[in-house]
């Protein structure tokens, strides 16, 4: 009868923490469900809305201590900032500006950061070497790359990105934008882009709340073994 009880006991036990395991993952993982017809229509349209999302951001970009990334058009260096904590001591992230003077600022800003490392970049390449990077972060900056020419980028990114990097995208989604539709980029033309300069999307989110999404890209030859960049395995 003893063990019976014990036994009962184990049972309710294990049930009560498999749900509350269940709950948590739950409320950890985002849904897409639309549960308030309303939540969707309430966004703000501000250029920095989607800088209140910088955790969640920040977690899909999984970034390692220690990893190189690429802050391309890093401007005054807000992401840049963020991306130093994570990278840490061991790590680097170039901070790239076509512009002259945000170099000088973001110098100046990062002088004590050893991690960061600010530079001119070219407009039409990030300007580093071969397989020197594990992430590019292109924030806003998208639509600002010439448009005859974006194929290409793709292209020289894949040459700066080691074969097991990726890139992410964060940019205004005009289709859903309530101000400045012309300060973003229509996520089926980034996605056709990126396909014609070799990379494949592997996880697209947007940001409720905000008109931003973000899309991360891997090398397309990631995919077939006899290209792996992994040796085949
Ligand atoms: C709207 S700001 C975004 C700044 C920052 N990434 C952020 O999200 O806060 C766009 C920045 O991209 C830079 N930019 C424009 N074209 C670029 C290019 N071809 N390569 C690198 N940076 C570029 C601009 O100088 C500007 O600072």
Redesign the pocket.
């Given at each position: 009868m003893r063990y019976r009880w014990r036994l009962l006991i184990l049972s309710v036990g294990w049930a009560f923490l498999a749900c509350f395991c269940s709950r948590m993952a739950v409320a950890e993982c985002p849904t897409s469900r639309i549960a308030d017809t309303q939540a969707l229509a309430k966004r703000d349209g501000s250029?920095?809305a989607h800088?209140q999302k910088a955790d969640f951001l920040l977690d899909r970009l999984d970034i390692w201590p220690g990893d190189q990334v690429l802050?391309?058009?890093?401007?005054?260096?807000?992401?840049?900032e963020h991306l130093a904590k994570k990278v840490g001591s061991e790590g680097t992230v170039y901070a790239?500006?076509?512009?002259a003077a945000?170099v000088e600022r973001l110098q100046k800003r990062f002088a004590e950061t050893s991690q960061v490392k600010a530079y001119l970049?070219?407009?039409?390449k990030?300007g580093l070497p071969e397989n020197s990077v594990d992430l590019v972060?292109?924030?806003?900056?998208y639509h600002?790359?010439?448009k005859e020419t974006r194929i290409q980028?793709w292209r020289e990114l894949a040459n700066v990105v080691r074969p097991t990097g990726r890139v992410a995208i964060?940019e205004t989604y005009p289709a859903l934008a309530v101000k400045g539709k012309d300060?973003g980029t229509q996520l089926s033309k980034l996605i056709d882009e990126a396909e014609q300069g070799g990379w494949v999307p592997v996880e697209i989110w947007y940001l409720p709340g905000t008109q931003h999404y973000l899309a991360i890209f891997v090398q397309q030859k990631a995919f077939f073994e006899q290209q792996s960049p992994f040796g085949g395995r």
């Open positions: 250029g920095y800088r802050d391309l058009g890093a401007g005054d260096g807000w992401w840049t790239a500006e076509v512009n945000l970049c070219p407009p039409d990030p972060f292109i924030s806003a900056v600002h790359l010439n980028y964060l300060h």
